[in-house]
C-alpha cells in the first residue's frame, strides 16, 4: 500500500470561479442548451480544479467532490437510492432536486452547522440499493487523462444512512461500499476517501457499533484501495478509538474546530486539519504548527479542516478590499497555498497556541409585555381576518433589477435612476399582492442584492466582496460579508423603502430585517472575539432599526432567525448555552417594540423541530417556518406552540406550482393541529430564486386555498 500524500485538502469549491456552472445549470433547466453543455462546463471545471491544484504544490488531488447540485444526492445515485416515484422523470436527478410539475422534491436542509443545504436520501424498507459508480471512476479516469491521480471522494456509509434515518440498513448498503472498493481497486485507485462527519456528534452505543462493523466490514475487503476516513466540524470524541480500532489507514482529524485527540495513534496515518475550511482569516503558522506537533501518530499529513467548498476561490479576485484587511485573508487558493507551506516545515515539538479566551458572563434584555395583551391590542389595531396570507418577504430579483444594480454600480446608471427602478419595482411587487388578494404584504426586497450583504453594505464593521462567491445549494450563490471590526449603524437602512410601501397601500405591509444571528452566521465573522459577542453588537444595531421603522408608523416587522438551528453545537452538551444567548439576542434586538406591534420571525430548510422550545422562546407574535418541502412533518411538534404560527404551504425551492387543492389540505392539516386564531398561511421561504408567472400562479392557489377554508370554518 502506498504512503499517504503529505498535504491535501478534502475538498474544493465546484461552482467555478465566475459562478460558470450556476449560469449553465440555469441555461439547462430552462431549456435554453442541451445536456451536453452542461457535462462540458463540468468538465472544464473539474479540469480547472486539478491543474490549480497541482500548480499550487499539492500533492494529495481530491476527485468526486465535484457535483451538478449536491454530493448527498450524488451518493443516493451512486448507491442506488432513487425513488420509484422519480425513475421514469426526464432527469431523475433534477427531480429529485428540484422536482416537476408534477412531482414535489426530496426533503433539503442544512449539511450539519453550515449554509450549504444537501437532499436528504429518501431510505424505506423497500429500498434496493444497487452501486453505479459510473461519476467515480468517470472522474478517476478524467483526471488520470489528464495527468493526474487523484483520491474519490464519497460520504460515508455511517452518515448516509444517519442522515436518512435508516441506520438499520447498514448491512444491505455496505455491499455497495465493498463493490465501490472492489471497483475502484481495478482502477488502480490507491486511496479513498469516506467522509463521515456524523461521527462528530453525540452517537449513541448502537451508533458506534455501526461505526465498528462498517469500518472492519470495508477494511477486510481483498486487495481494496487504502481508506482514509474523514470527520470534521468538531471533534472525534468516542467515535475516534472506535475508528482507530478498525483496519482504515488513515483518519481525518479537525484540528481547527477540535483538538488534537489525547489517544495514541501509532500504526495510523492522521490526516490534520489546520487549516480552516470555514473562515477566510490567515492560519497562525505557530498556532497550526503546535496543533500537528501535538498529535501522536505513526504519520501526520497536513490537510484543511473541511472542505473548502465553503469559501470563495481567491483573494486574488478581491483588488478593492482595504489592503490592510486583504492581508488578513485567504480564500480557498491561499489556504492551499498554508497547507502546502505547512507540510514542508519541521513541525516536531509544539510551539505554544496562545492564551484561551474568557468565558462571557450571562446576559439580559428587555422584556415587552405578555403575549395575550400585545396579541389583543395587535388585533384591535391590524384587523386581519383568520388565517392571514403573507409572503416570507422576497420577490423575484428579475434580470432587469439585476442590471439595474449593476449599471449604478459601473457608473452607467445614476443613483437617482437607480432609486426610481426600485421603486417602480415595489409598486409592482404591491400591486400585485393587492390583485391577488394577500391580507399581509411586503415590499418585495428589490434594493437587496441578499438578505444579510444588504445590511452589511449599510453597517460598520463589515466588509464585502466582489466576487467572493460561496455555494449555497444547486446554482444558488450567496457573497458572505466579512465582519472584521465592530459593529454600528450610522444611519437607518430600510425605513425609506418600507415608508414608501406602505404608501402605496390600506393593507398593512411588513417592515423586512434580517436578524442578528443570521447575519453573524451568514458572514466570515472576525476570530479575535466570542461569537456572542460580536451576535450582541449586530443585535443592538437591529434594534435601532426596529425602533426606526416603528417611529415610522410601520406596524408589522418581521425580524427573520433562519440560521437559528444552523449555529446549534453538533454536541449536546454545548446547546443550551448557545440557544441562550442567541434567544437573548432575539429578544434585544426586538425589545423596543411597543405592545401593538407585530414582530414576526422566519425561519427554512434547518430542522427547526428539533429546536423548538428556543424558537418558541424568541417570543415573536408571528412565526413563519418552512413545512411544505418536508412534507409537513413539523405539525407532529407545534400542537403547544404558545404563539402565531404559519408552517409554509408552498415550496419555492422548486419551479413546480402548487394547485390549490393540495395547499388546501396542507392547510387543513394545519388548522387540525393549531387553534385556527393563530394560523397563519404563507409559503415556505422567499420568492426571489422564482419567476413571476410561477409565483403569481402558486400565490392565487395559495389565496383560494386558503378562502376554502376560512368559508368552512365560518359556515
Not at 302 to 307: D, F, I, K, N, R
Not at 524 to 534: G, K, M, T
Not at 555 to 574: F, K, N, T, W
Not at 706 to 713: M, N, P, Q
Request: with cysteine.
Amino acid at each position: 500500500m502506498s504512503s499517504f500524500p503529505k498535504s491535501t485538502v478534502l475538498g474544493y469549491p465546484r461552482i467555478g470561479p465566475r459562478r460558470e456552472l450556476k449560469r449553465a445549470l440555469e441555461s439547462y433547466w430552462g431549456g435554453r442548451s442541451p445536456r451536453v453543455e452542461l457535462d462540458r462546463v463540468g468538465a472544464e471545471l473539474r479540469a480547472l480544479t486539478w491543474r490549480r491544484l497541482a500548480e499550487l504544490g499539492l500533492e494529495g488531488l481530491p476527485s468526486n467532490t465535484f457535483s451538478l447540485y449536491d454530493q448527498v444526492l450524488d451518493t443516493a445515485v451512486l448507491l442506488g437510492a432513487v425513488p420509484a416515484r422519480y425513475r421514469d422523470a426526464e432527469d431523475p436527478y433534477f427531480a429529485m432536486a428540484r422536482g416537476t410539475e408534477g412531482l414535489a422534491p426530496l426533503r433539503m436542509t442544512k449539511w450539519f452547522d453550515t449554509n450549504y443545504h444537501y437532499i436528504v436520501p429518501e431510505i424505506g424498507p423497500d429500498t434496493v440499493f444497487k452501486l453505479d459508480a459510473s461519476k467515480p471512476l468517470g472522474e478517476v479516469r478524467e483526471a488520470r487523462g489528464l495527468g493526474h491521480e487523484t483520491r474519490p471522494v464519497v460520504v460515508g456509509p455511517v452518515t448516509f444512512l444517519l442522515l436518512g434515518s435508516a441506520l438499520d440498513r447498514l448491512g444491505d448498503v455496505l455491499g455497495c461500499y465493498e463493490e465501490l472498493l472492489t471497483a475502484l481497486a481495478a482502477e488502480g485507485v490507491a486511496w479513498v476517501q469516506f467522509d463521515e462527519p456524523a461521527l462528530v456528534g453525540d452517537r449513541t452505543p448502537e451508533e458506534l457499533a455501526a461505526v465498528r462493523t462498517a469500518y472492519e466490514r470495508l477494511g477486510a475487503v481483498s486487495g481494496r484501495p487504502s481508506l482514509f476516513v474523514a470527520s470534521y466540524f468538531g471533534d472525534l470524541g468516542e467515535s475516534l478509538p472506535v475508528l482507530a480500532g478498525t483496519p482504515v489507514e488513515a483518519i481525518g482529524i479537525d484540528l481547527v474546530r477540535g483538538s488534537a485527540p489525547v489517544a495514541d495513534l501509532t500504526g495510523k496515518t492522521v490526516v490534520a486539519g489546520v487549516v480552516s475550511g470555514r473562515d477566510v482569516w490567515r492560519t497562525s503558522p505557530g498556532r497550526a504548527l503546535a496543533a500537528l506537533g501535538a498529535v501522536r501518530a505513526s504519520r501526520v499529513v497536513v490537510s484543511t479542516s473541511c472542505s473548502l467548498l465553503h469559501v470563495p476561490y481567491t483573494i486574488d479576485d478581491e483588488p478593492s478590499l482595504e489592503p490592510a484587511l486583504r492581508g488578513r485573508l485567504a480564500f480557498a487558493e491561499e489556504k492551499v497555498a498554508e497547507v502546502v507551506a505547512l507540510a514542508g516545515a519541521d513541525f516536531r515539538g509544539s510551539v505554544p497556541a496562545g492564551p484561551s479566551v474568557a468565558l462571557p458572563g450571562p446576559v439580559t434584555f428587555d422584556e415587552r409585555g405578555p403575549y395575550e395583551v400585545r396579541a389583543a391590542a395587535q388585533a384591535a389595531h391590524l384587523r386581519l381576518p383568520a388565517l392571514p396570507t403573507t409572503t416570507i418577504g422576497s420577490f423575484p430579483q428579475t434580470g432587469e433589477l439585476r442590471a439595474a444594480r449593476a449599471a449604478v454600480a459601473s457608473g452607467a446608471l445614476s443613483q437617482t435612476g437607480y432609486e426610481r427602478r426600485v421603486e417602480e419595482e415595489i409598486e409592482r411587487v404591491i400591486r400585485v399582492q393587492e390583485r391577488l388578494g394577500l391580507d399581509v404584504l411586503v415590499h418585495g426586497e428589490p434594493e437587496r442584492n441578499d438578505m444579510v450583504q444588504y445590511f452589511a453594505e449599510h453597517l460598520d464593521g463589515f466588509a464585502v466582496t466582489r466576487n467572493g462567491w460561496v455555494q449555497s445549494y444547486g446554482s444558488r450563490c450567496t457573497r458572505p460579508p466579512i465582519l472584521h471590526g465592530d459593529v454600528s449603524r450610522p444611519e437607518p437602512i430600510t425605513v425609506r423603502w418600507a415608508t414608501y410601501a406602505q404608501s402605496l397601500t390600506d393593507k398593512p405591509v411588513k417592515g423586512m430585517l434580517t436578524g442578528p444571528v443570521t447575519i453573524v452566521a451568514w458572514s466570515f465573522v472576525r476570530d479575535d472575539l466570542p461569537l456572542r459577542d460580536v451576535v450582541f453588537q449586530v443585535a443592538a444595531a437591529v434594534r435601532e432599526e426596529v425602533r426606526d421603522l416603528e417611529s415610522a408608523g410601520v406596524s408589522i416587522i418581521q425580524v427573520d432567525e433562519p440560521a437559528l438551528r444552523e449555529l446549534l453545537p453538533l454536541r449536546r452538551a454545548a446547546q443550551a448555552d448557545y440557544l441562550e444567548w442567541a434567544v437573548a439576542a432575539y429578544r434585544r434586538a426586538t425589545s423596543g417594540a411597543a405592545d401593538r406591534t407585530q414582530i414576526h420571525t422566519h425561519l427554512c430548510y434547518s430542522d427547526a423541530d428539533q429546536i423548538l422550545a428556543a424558537i418558541d422562546g424568541l417570543d415573536a407574535d408571528v412565526t413563519t417556518i418552512e413545512s411544505a418541502r418536508s412534507g409537513a412533518r413539523i405539525l407532529s411538534e407545534v400542537s403547544s406552540f404558545g404563539r402565531g404560527l404559519g408552517p409554509g404551504v408552498y415550496d419555492i425551492h422548486s419551479p413546480r406550482v402548487p394547485g390549490a387543492a393540495e395547499v388546501e389540505g396542507l392547510l387543513r392539516r394545519t388548522v387540525g393541529v393549531l387553534p385556527v386564531e393563530r394560523v397563519w398561511v404563507n409559503p415556505d421561504c422567499g420568492l426571489k430564486t422564482r419567476t413571476y408567472e410561477e409565483v403569481e400562479a402558486s400565490l392565487a392557489n395559495v389565496v383560494e386555498a386558503t378562502r376554502r377554508v376560512r368559508a368552512e370554518l365560518q359556515a
